[in-house]
């Protein structure tokens, strides 16, 4: 089962989009979350991520304290609200999950091969 990122679209810098994960067939409440962008010509990287309950939650220092992510399990539905958005956000964002401890996820600090389920990802645009 792939998770499904969606929401993605073309913003003006300082702008706003809420990114949406959901899964069919998959109940996400049991796992942690992560979101990860890819850019043109560069690398994965890990950007948020959200233990199961919700209650704990990690932000990568480039989009701390303008990006928080949350979810909302009755729905099955992780989100990622992405505010104050800047050019170098500009990606393909996926979420993906893990069965990972909370704890083994932050100290490998979102290793790609930690997580599993990854869906095709939704293009986040912000131009400038």
């Known amino acids: 089962v792939q998770l499904q990122a969606s ?5 003006q810098a300082g702008g706003s989009l809420r990114l949406s994960c959901t899964a069919s067939g998959l109940t996400l409440e049991y796992y942690n979350i992560g979101w990860f962008r890819q850019a043109p010509g560069k ?3 890990g950007v948020s991520c959200v233990s199961s309950r ?10 701390k304290g303008r990006f928080t992510v949350s979810r909302d399990n009755a729905k099955n539905t992780v989100y990622l609200q992405m505010n104050s958005l800047e050019p170098e956000d500009t990606a393909v964002y ?8 909370w ?3 932050l100290t490998r600090t ?19």
């Not at 929401?7 to 913003?11: A, T």
């Not at 919700?54 to 989009?63: E, L």
């Open 103 to 105: 704890t083994d996820l």
């Open 110 to 128: 979102m290793t790609l091969s930690d997580f599993t389920n990854w869906g095709q990802g939704t293009l986040v645009t912000v131009s400038s």
């Open 54 to 63: 919700g209650d704990r939650t990690y932000y990568a220092d480039s989009v």
């Open 7 to 11: 929401g993605g679209g073309l913003v």
């Open 43 to 45: 690398e994965r990287e």
């Open 94 to 101: 996926y979420c993906a999950l893990s069965v990972r401890g």
